[in-house]
Structure formats: structure tokens, C-alpha cells
């Protein structure tokens, strides 16, 4: 087949944006004699380079670009060291797709792109991306330089604009509808990352109001799994010499340590008998059994001698209500019996989290040096650390 050597990529754009990278890198290897061309053919895969929602009605032959194609072509327009094609690519594609490979790419095309522009486009970045994608977000702030010009405070509170927009981490295993904005993963290394990037800017004013955005939502921020470890992380790490990182400690330890102490400053009492809380929904025969079981405080088994779809049913009910019980199909007889028994998962569970919440609070009577001065929180903590072992 024959064409316009100029009209080369818009061939083979046809086939999406991924068989016009090869061509794009043929011109680069040749060197300046197809620079003119080289930065053409940028130009329109950058334009053609489908993003979001497009990439599902991607109607071309060809599949459509993945991440590592992102990365690739973030090289090819880092080589061409034009500022102009790096931004429209940064603006149009990599904050609408972005998911954490691209932050060693776009610490590089810093260089390239004037102050202004990079300022803008990762704060731009940064507000989009930081509910879905937290770690990496605080990944990319704590890889800025350490003297950021003026113009990167738009950056940085960005970030902590972005902390509003974080979601309740998805439950393990729990399906979710196509699209919602959860975070992937919320691990310590957020809070340090973001509280060590923060301190670089200004006086430092913004690591505390982060920590206090952070402190007031224990529920998106959990303390036993994600505040504890990071305050671990930051007396560690090389930031902590900074006032603003300091203060900022001090207060996720503060507040961590009350939330803890509300939860779990005695021990969880094992319920008093086997008496279920609960009012079923269902009042047909069967249920009114089962309520009368569930609220019984000495009956621990149950058996349900009924037929296949009544036992089914009392399934549904049970697991709708969450009972603490067992139940399970003795296959014996006709019709067959339904046994339920009686557990107490409710308390065995309060009682996993009572002792994951009583060793966060040794961690922090590990740090309470770091804890300003909070004696008497202090004292708590260790009377709640004694009752656990008594
Ligand atoms: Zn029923």
C-alpha cells in the first residue's frame, strides 16, 4: 500500500492510537531530519488519544491503549521536550486516566513544563484523582521538590481539598457498581506522605489542618489500621524534625487516642444470657418461631421440621438480619430439619476489635513522648492497657 508519508499516522491512527506509537518512535530514531514530522504525528495521537467513558465506545479495530501505553507515550513527548504537547497530554488524558504508574513521568516532564503549567496541572490532578487514587496522589506531593516555587500552594491545597472527597475504603469482596470512586487501598504511608509533603509548603499551616481533617472522619481514616502506623512512620522518618510535622503528630495522637479510649477503655462485657436483639421482619408461622427462639435467654438450638421452602425462608431471615446463629440441614427424615444454634459471633467479633484497638493503644503509649502534653490521656491509655490483661 502506498500514501502521503504525511498522511502515515492518520492511517494508521484508524487503528487507534496504540499501531501509531511504533510509526511515531521510527520518526524519532531518525533524528532531525523527521523532527517536524515526529512532533505531526504527537500532535495527533495526543488529540486522538481516547480517555474516560470514550474508551469503552472505542469503536476501532485496534484495542484501546492501556497504562504502559500511557508511560510510553509519556516518554516520546518527554523526549520531544515540548511543553506545549506534554501539557494538552497531562491535561486532556493523564488526569482523567491517571492511577499512580504515571508518578515518576510527571516528576520528569516537571522539568519540561513551565512553573505555572505544572502547577496547574497537578493541582488539577491531584483535586480528580485523589478520592480514587489517595496513596499515590500523596505519593506524587512528597516527590515535588522540597522548596516548591509560590505557585505550587494551588498543589498543595489541592490535597488537602482532596481529603473531603475520600471515601469510606471498599469492604473487602463487596461488589461495587461500575465507576463509584472508592479508594484502592488507604494505607499508612498516606498520611505520611501527605503530612511530610505538606510541611514543605508555607509555614506548615496545612499539615495541621490536614490532620485535622484526618482526625475528625475515623471512620474513612481508621486508627487501628491506618493513623497509629503513620504517626509510627513519621517519628521515624527524617520529616519529623520539622515543627509543622511535629504538631501535626501531636494532634493525630491526640485525637487517636480518645477515639480509642471511647471505644475501648474496659473490656467488652460477654453478653448476660443467649437473648437476641432483634424484631423479624416476617411474622408468617415460621418466624414467629424464630423470634420466640431469638428472644429466648436460655434456648441455645432450635430445630425447624419443615419443608424445603420453609426452610429456605427461615435461610433468607436469618441471613437478612445477620442472627448470631448457625444453621444448617440435618438431611434425615422427610421433610428434613433446619438446626439453628446460637453463637455469639456479634461479641467474638467486638472482642477481635477490642484487642486490635488495645494494641494501638500501646503503640501509642510507645510514642506518648511525641504526644505534647497529654499526661493525662496517657494515664488512660495505660489503665485500659492494664484491664486488658486482667
Ligand atoms: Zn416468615
Avoid at 501527605?194 to 486508627?223: M, N, W, Y
Wanted: proline share 7%; hydrophobic share 45%; charged share 20%.
Amino acid at each position: 500500500m502506498l500514501w502521503p508519508s504525511d498522511r502515515t499516522i492518520d492511517v494508521l491512527l484508524a487503528g487507534g492510537v496504540t499501531t501509531a506509537i511504533p510509526s511515531l518512535k521510527r520518526l524519532l530514531a531518525e533524528g532531525d531530519s523527521a523532527w517536524v514530522q515526529a512532533f505531526a504525528a504527537a500532535r495527533r495521537i495526543v488529540e486522538m488519544w481516547p480517555v474516560g467513558s470514550s474508551r469503552h465506545s472505542y469503536t476501532f479495530a485496534a484495542a484501546p491503549p492501556v497504562p504502559a501505553d500511557r508511560l510510553t507515550m509519556f516518554a516520546i513527548l518527554t523526549e520531544l521536550n515540548c511543553s506545549e504537547l506534554l501539557e494538552a497530554f497531562i491535561r486532556e488524558v493523564v488526569v482523567v486516566d491517571y492511577d499512580g504508574s504515571e508518578n515518576g513521568a510527571l516528576i520528569r516532564a516537571a522539568g519540561i513544563l513551565s512553573e505555572t503549567q505544572a502547577a496547574a496541572l497537578f493541582s488539577a490532578l491531584i483535586g480528580a484523582r485523589m478520592p480514587k487514587y489517595p496513596n499515590a496522589c500523596a505519593e506524587l506531593l512528597r516527590a515535588l521538590p522540597a522548596n516548591p516555587p509560590p505557585s505550587f500552594l494551588a498543589v498543595a491545597d489541592a490535597a488537602v481539598e482532596g481529603l473531603d472527597g475520600i471515601e469510606t475504603p471498599k469492604p473487602e469482596n463487596a461488589w461495587e457498581p461500575f465507576g463509584r470512586g472508592r479508594p484502592t487501598g488507604l494505607g499508612p504511608e498516606f498520611i505520611d506522605n501527605l503530612i511530610s509533603g505538606l510541611q514543605h509548603f508555607e509555614d506548615g499551616t496545612r499539615c495541621a489542618v490536614a490532620a485535622g481533617k484526618i482526625a475528625s472522619r475515623p471512620d474513612v481514616f481508621l486508627p487501628v489500621t491506618v493513623v497509629v502506623p503513620a504517626i509510627e512512620r513519621l517519628v521515624a522518618g527524617q520529616s519529623y524534625g520539622m515543627p509543622a510535622v511535629h504538631r501535626a503528630v501531636g494532634a493525630l495522637w491526640t485525637t487517636a487516642a480518645e477515639f480509642l479510649l471511647k471505644r475501648s477503655e474496659l473490656p467488652p462485657r460477654p453478653p448476660a444470657d443467649w437473648r437476641l436483639d432483634v424484631q423479624v421482619s416476617c411474622h408468617c408461622e415460621d418466624c414467629t418461631e424464630l423470634q420466640a427462639f431469638a428472644s429466648s435467654p436460655t434456648e441455645v438450638v432450635h430445630r425447624f421440621r419443615v419443608r424445603k421452602e420453609r426452610r429456605s425462608h427461615l435461610h433468607q431471615i436469618i441471613d437478612r438480619h445477620g442472627l448470631d446463629m448457625t444453621h444448617v440441614t440435618e438431611r434425615v427424615g422427610s421433610p428434613q430439619t433446619l438446626v439453628c444454634t446460637k453463637d455469639r459471633r456479634t461479641f467474638n467479633a467486638r472482642v477481635q476489635e477490642y484487642r486490635s484497638e488495645v494494641a494501638s493503644m500501646r503503640a501509642l503509649l510507645q510514642l506518648t513522648k511525641h504526644s505534647a502534653s497529654n499526661a493525662a490521656l496517657s494515664k488512660r491509655l495505660e489503665a485500659a492497657v492494664q484491664a486488658s490483661a486482667r
